[in-house]
C-alpha cells in the first residue's frame, strides 16, 4: 500500500491476556520503528528493526513486550500478560535511511490499545 | 534531564501572528533533526527537516544552533490550520538511528 498499515486500529483486552499488534510498513522502507503514546504524553520508542540487522530493543519497558519483523517487511509487536498501565496508542513507522541520516518517518494511525 | 525538552505551551496567538518554538537536546552527537505535527488523536506527521544552514519552507523556517543545542521553528502568518501541537525530534545518537520525540508544544491559532 501507499502508507504504513496498522491493525487492529482498536483493541480492548482484558488484564492478563496476550495482545498481537501488525505492522505492515511502505514497501521498499528498509526501517521500522515501534512507539507508543500514552494519553496526553510524547512518543515513548520502543523498537527499531533495520534490514536483516540485530534489533534495537532498548526500548522495551519490560520482558512482557516482544517483537519480530518477518522477510524484512510486516513487524508484529506481542504483548504478553498486559496491564493497565500498557494501555496506549501503539504507532508504527518506516523509513528509508541512508548513511547515518534518517529521511523522517512515516507513520501509521496506530492500535488504540485498552486494558481494562 | 529528558533527552528533548519542549515548552508544552499552549501557545494561543491571533490569526496572522508569528510564533517562534525552541527545543533544546541534550545528546551533542544527534546527527538528524525534524519538527512533526500531531493533530488530536492523529499520527505525527513530517513538517519538516532541520539542516545546519537553516531552511525554509513557506511560512516555516527552521534553525539549527549545535553549539547551544538547540532546534527553532518560526512560523509566520499563522492559520487556524496551523493548530496542532509540534514535535521537536532528533536521532539518538551515534549508530543509533531510532528518534527521540519531545513532548510537543500545542499551537492554538484563534480567529
Known amino acids: 500500500g501507499a502508507g504504513v498499515s496498522q491493525s487492529p486500529s482498536n483493541k480492548v483486552t482484558e488484564k492478563g491476556k496476550d495482545v498481537e499488534l501488525r505492522c505492515d510498513p511502505i514497501s521498499g522502507h528498509t526501517a521500522l520503528y515501534w512507539y507508543r503514546q500514552s494519553l496526553g504524553q510524547g512518543l515513548e520508542f520502543l523498537i527499531y528493526f533495520q534490514g536483516n540487522s540485530a534489533p534495537d530493543k532498548s526500548g522495551l519497558p519490560s520482558d512482557r513486550f516482544s517483537a519480530e519483523r518477518t522477510g524484512g517487511s510486516v513487524s508484529t509487536l506481542t504483548i504478553q500478560r498486559t496491564q493497565q498501565e500498557d494501555s496506549a496508542v501503539y504507532l508504527c513507522?518506516?523509513?528509508?535511511?541512508?548513511?547515518?541520516?534518517?529521511?523522517?518517518?512515516?507513520f501509521g494511525s496506530g492500535t488504540r490499545l485498552t486494558v481494562v | 534531564r529528558k533527552e528533548v525538552e519542549q515548552d508544552p505551551g499552549p501557545f494561543n496567538v491571533p490569526e496572522g501572528a508569528t510564533v517562534a518554538f525552541n527545543c533544546t537536546y541534550s545528546n551533542s552527537a544527534s546527527q538528524s533533526f525534524f519538527w512533526y505535527r500531531q493533530d488530536c488523536r492523529k499520527e505525527p506527521k513530517l513538517l519538516m527537516s532541520v539542516y545546519s544552514s537553516g531552511n525554509e519552507d513557506g511560512r516555516f523556517t527552521a534553525q539549527l544552533n549545535r553549539a547551544s543545542q538547540y532546534i527553532s521553528l518560526l512560523i509566520r502568518d499563522s492559520k487556524l490550520s496551523d493548530s496542532a501541537t509540534y514535535l521537536c525530534?532528533?536521532?539518538?545518537?551515534?549508530?543509533?538511528?531510532?528518534?527521540?520525540f519531545g513532548s510537543g508544544t500545542r499551537l492554538q491559532v484563534q480567529p
Open positions: 525530534v532528533v536521532n539518538r545518537g551515534t549508530g543509533r538511528r531510532a528518534l527521540t
Open positions: 513507522a518506516s523509513s528509508t535511511t541512508t548513511g547515518r541520516l534518517n529521511y523522517g518517518y512515516t
